[in-house]
C-alpha cells in the first residue's frame, strides 16, 4: 500500500516536471507572442570599473539584440514584429551559483537546481513582472582575466549566467555572448567544435555555399565565430555580422521540416 502510494507520488511528480517543461516549450517556441527576457546584471567581479559599466547600463545597450532576434526571425517568415523584448532589471548583490569546470553529470544537475533556485529568488524584483527566461550577465574588468569564463543557458528552466566584459568597446562581442546563450534557452545547441573552437561545417558556417568558400564574413550565432581559413576564425565585431542559420532555427521552430 505505502509502495504504490510512494509510486504514485513520484508518478505525479515526473509529470509535473514533464508539463512545466512543455508548457515553456509552447510559451519560448510557439513565436506567436513578444518573449520577455529579462536581464540581470552582476557585478561580476567586484571590481570598481565593473560596478561603474553595469550603473551606467540602460535599455539601448541591449536593443541590438532584440534587433538581431527580428531581423533574424523575419527572414525565416515569422511574423511577429518583435519576437524579442529584452527588459533590463536593477542590478543584482548575489551572484549565481558558479559550475566548477571539472564537474561530472551528477554535479551539473545540482548546479542547475541551485541555479534554478537562485533565479526563482532573484526574478522577484517589487513591482516588476517576472520575465519568461532570466539571463544573469556578469561584468568583469577585462584587465583582470584574459577571457571570460563559459556562460551557460539552459532550456530546462530557461535561466542563463553570461559573462562578459565591462568596456564599451567589447558591447558587439557581448550582444554576441547574450544572443548566444538566449539562443541555448530557446533549444539550440553549438555548432562549434568543443575542442579547438572552430566553426562546424556546414551548420556553423553563416554562408556554407560561398565560393571560395574562406573568408567567411558572417558568423552563424551558435558557431560565434566565423571562418576565415580552415584554421583560422575569429567573433565579429557586432550582431550586424551574425546569422542565425537553418540548422538553428529548426532548434527553435522558426523553420519546420
Ligand atoms: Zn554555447
Do not use: C
Request: no cysteine; glycine share 10%; hydrophobic share 45%.
Amino acid at each position: 500500500m505505502w509502495k504504490n502510494l510512494r509510486m504514485a507520488l513520484l508518478l505525479l511528480v515526473l509529470l509535473a516536471v514533464a508539463l512545466h517543461t512543455w508548457l515553456d516549450r509552447i510559451a519560448t517556441q510557439g513565436w506567436q507572442h513578444t518573449l520577455w527576457v529579462g536581464v540581470f546584471p552582476l557585478n561580476g567581479d567586484g571590481s570598481a570599473l565593473a560596478q561603474r559599466y553595469v550603473a551606467g547600463l540602460g535599455a539601448a545597450d541591449f536593443k541590438g539584440i532584440e534587433e538581431f532576434f527580428a531581423r533574424e526571425a523575419h527572414r525565416y517568415g515569422v511574423s511577429l514584429e518583435q519576437p524579442v523584448h529584452i527588459e533590463l532589471y536593477p542590478q543584482g548583490t548575489a551572484l549565481p551559483p558558479a559550475l566548477d569546470p571539472g564537474a561530472g553529470p551528477l554535479g551539473i544537475a545540482w548546479w542547475s537546481l541551485r541555479l534554478r533556485w537562485f533565479a526563482a529568488h532573484a526574478e522577484q524584483v517589487p513591482g516588476r513582472a517576472p520575465p519568461r527566461i532570466r539571463l544573469f550577465v556578469l561584468y568583469h574588468d577585462p584587465a583582470t582575466l584574459e577571457r571570460a569564463p563559459d556562460s551557460h543557458g539552459l532550456q530546462k528552466g530557461l535561466v542563463g549566467v553570461v559573462h562578459v566584459f565591462a568596456q564599451a568597446a567589447m558591447t558587439g562581442g557581448n550582444s554576441i555572448v547574450i544572443a548566444h546563450e538566449l539562443m541555448h534557452t530557446l533549444g539550440a545547441s553549438d555548432k562549434y567544435d568543443l575542442g579547438s573552437g572552430a566553426p562546424l561545417y556546414p551548420i556553423g558556417f553563416a554562408d556554407p555555399e560561398r565560393e571560395p568558400r574562406y573568408p567567411q564574413r558572417r558568423a552563424e550565432i551558435m558557431a560565434g565565430r566565423r571562418a576565415l581559413s580552415v584554421a583560422h576564425f575569429d567573433m565579429p565585431s557586432g550582431l550586424g555580422e551574425v546569422v542565425v542559420g537553418p540548422a538553428t532555427a529548426l532548434e527553435i521552430r522558426w523553420k519546420h521540416l
